[in-house]
């Protein structure tokens, strides 16, 4: 079963030695530091410093645990004005982050020029009926400083992919937990982006490095994800050269 922590499903990408991977807005890591178990050359890119600094303290805690199998490269960056050579990765990573950017479309066309021809493109977003209700029971949700400036119909995001070069192959739903914790920060705590007593404890329960591998909450999870996942996650392949 795929890590509960995890959006992107590793055995989905085919990871080889002469893989590189491009994680945008990767935020600390999270996906960075879990592929790096694999061969290849990754960079993580984000706007966010501090992030970044972050990222740098886990990756050389990651290597003294299990060690480090990949190149891995941390730039400082613009997802929108990305500063590669067009087909340069064969695979692109942007989880989280469409959301937040005003032009969505620009970021996804940089996503994809710097793809290979038959690489693989995996987004994820928040899927739209969770969204859509933490949208309507709170006006915070909604309005914060840097949140959410969009929901994704779940036909929308795939046809984005479509129009932008990278034919959706694979959609999973995942973090159905999260959406609870959002719904209660949301709802019952006083002040926004501090967690009151109750999200605390499900941040505890939830973020614990020890508890990730429960199968009570790995279950409870998956069988959430059915009905009010927090995100949807799209695998797309941008097509090969047509030969002349």
């Not at 966010?48 to 805690?61: C, G, Q």
């Not at 309005?143 to 400036?149: K, N």
């Not at 995001?157 to 973090?175: D, M, N, S, T």
């Not at 909450?217 to 090969?240: H, M, Q």
């Amino acid at each position: 079963m795929l890590d509960r922590y995890q959006a992107i499903d590793p055995d989905m990408l085919a990871l080889t030695a002469g893989s590189t991977v491009l994680d945008v807005g990767c935020g600390t890591g999270r996906h960075m530091l879990e592929l790096s178990r694999f061969p290849g050359t990754f960079i993580g890119l984000d706007m966010a410093r501090e992030d970044l600094r972050k990222m740098r303290y886990l990756l050389v805690a990651t290597s003294r645990q299990r060690g480090v199998r990949a190149n891995v490269h941390i730039v400082e960056g613009n997802g929108e004005r990305l500063p590669f050579a067009d087909g340069f990765f064969s695979h692109v990573i942007c989880t989280e982050t469409l959301e937040h950017v005003p032009d969505d479309e620009a970021l996804l066309r940089d996503l994809v020029r710097v793809l290979r021809p038959g690489g693989v493109l995996v987004i994820s977003v928040p899927d739209e009926y969770s969204e859509r209700l933490l949208w309507k029971v709170s006006k915070r949700y909604r309005t914060a400083p840097g949140g959410h400036v969009r929901i994704y119909r779940r036909k929308q995001i795939k046809e984005l992919l479509k129009k932008h070069g990278a034919a959706p192959y694979a959609v999973q739903f995942r973090h159905s937990l999260e959406s609870i914790r959002w719904l209660v920060h949301s709802t019952v705590d006083r002040e926004w982006g501090k967690p009151g007593r109750v999200t605390r404890a499900i941040r505890w329960l939830l973020d614990t490095p020890s508890h990730r591998n429960w199968r009570g909450l790995a279950w409870c999870d998956a069988l959430g994800n059915y009905t009010l996942p927090k995100s949807i996650v799209l695998y797309g392949r941008k097509p090969e050269r047509i030969a002349s």
